[in-house]
């Protein structure tokens, strides 16, 4: 009898063991899986460009458009006027920059940026460089070199402070463009070289006149032509204006240079048409008040109005000719 019950023991416990093995065994195998899956993924450091440590994306992270606005380190102002108006249009594809230097600054204007960082997570502070107009292209370059190290992206939207950008239609846009090689502005050739005042270029000797370059106040580049920059930084010459030096370190590429009269992006805004997609030199009363038309009146212009005549890039003469042919139907 006492051998019977033991034999029904053991009986029973083994099939408790067996039933308990159905359930338990899935799940040891499906945390070895997750185990091995945690041990796959890298690990990478937190954004703190301002204490001095590396940014980085996640390897798997695509930003469509990065836009990088260069920025002087007192203009917080100017800064939260177009994260309330022109930045306050969300895409998930896209991701905003403020670049400025930081060499030299008062301890004061720094920790407001510290402050101002803690708020908005979006200013990237190059210590090497000294914030002036003539370290612009030395800021825009060390710009360059620091989003190839720090982000994946596909296209890089390079503009001033005192732009306004119309992000939707832009992007729209934008797939219509070259995915890849792509140099997009509004462009100027045959340009007399400035011999003298804050633009004169004391290092120019390529040739009488600038290259073919696409105005500073707003140009996208492809992915693959801020490689080629941040990977010859060493070796490119800069010059004094930081579009110009643009227009000479692509020069001898094959790229597609696409001319766009929709990029208000001159020395001085030709005036207001709703086909622009940048429109520069404006102030940050300007932007609220291009914003607020577009929310209220779904158009940038309360009426459109003409400051200068546009042209269309002749690509097929030389620089010297390419832009005589203004057109009073072009906006």
Not at 25 to 37: N, T
Request: glycine share 4%; hydrophobic share 35%; charged share 20%.
């Amino acid at each position: 009898m006492a051998r019977a019950w033991r034999q029904n023991k053991n009986h029973v416990v083994r099939n408790i063991f067996c039933f308990g093995c159905l359930f338990v065994l899935p799940l040891l195998v499906l945390a070895a899986v997750l185990y091995s899956k945690s041990k796959n993924v890298e690990s990478l450091p937190v954004h703190s460009e301002l204490s001095g440590q590396k940014s980085y994306d996640s390897p798997h992270r695509l930003s469509h458009l990065i836009i990088l606005i260069m920025s002087d380190p007192t203009k917080s102002a100017t800064r939260n006027a177009i994260r309330e108006t022109w930045l306050s249009v969300n895409h998930k594809d896209v991701k905003h920059l403020f670049i400025m230097g930081s060499k030299g600054l008062a301890q004061t204007v720094h920790q407001n940026l510290l402050e101002e960082n803690l708020s908005h997570h979006d200013l990237v502070i190059l210590e090497s460089i000294n914030e002036s107009y003539t370290s612009l292209t030395a800021k825009t370059l060390a710009g360059f070199q620091w989003l190839h190290s720090n982000h994946k992206f596909n296209f890089v939207l390079k503009c001033d402070d005192d732009s306004f950008v119309r992000i939707s239609p832009l992007i729209g846009e934008l797939h219509q463009q070259p995915q890849s090689q792509l140099y997009w502005g509004f462009f100027k050739g045959g340009s007399s070289v400035f011999q003298k005042g804050k633009w004169k270029e004391n290092d120019w000797f390529l040739c009488d006149t600038y290259l073919p370059y696409a105005l500073g106040g707003g140009y996208i580049l492809s992915s693959d032509l801020v490689e080629f920059v941040a990977k010859n930084a060493p070796l490119l010459q800069q010059y004094k204006s930081e579009d110009v030096s643009v227009g000479v370190w692509l020069s001898p590429l094959k790229i597609h240079r696409v001319h766009d009269v929709r990029f208000d992006t001159e020395f001085k805004s030709r005036g207001c048409y709703n086909d622009y997609l940048i429109t520069h030199k404006q102030s940050a009363n300007e932007m609220r008040e291009k914003h607020a038309n577009l929310i209220n009146a779904g158009k940038m212009c309360q009426s459109e109005l003409r400051a200068r005549y546009s042209y269309d890039y002749n690509w097929t003469v030389l620089p010297s000719k390419c832009c005589k042919k203004f057109d009073p139907e072009l906006p």
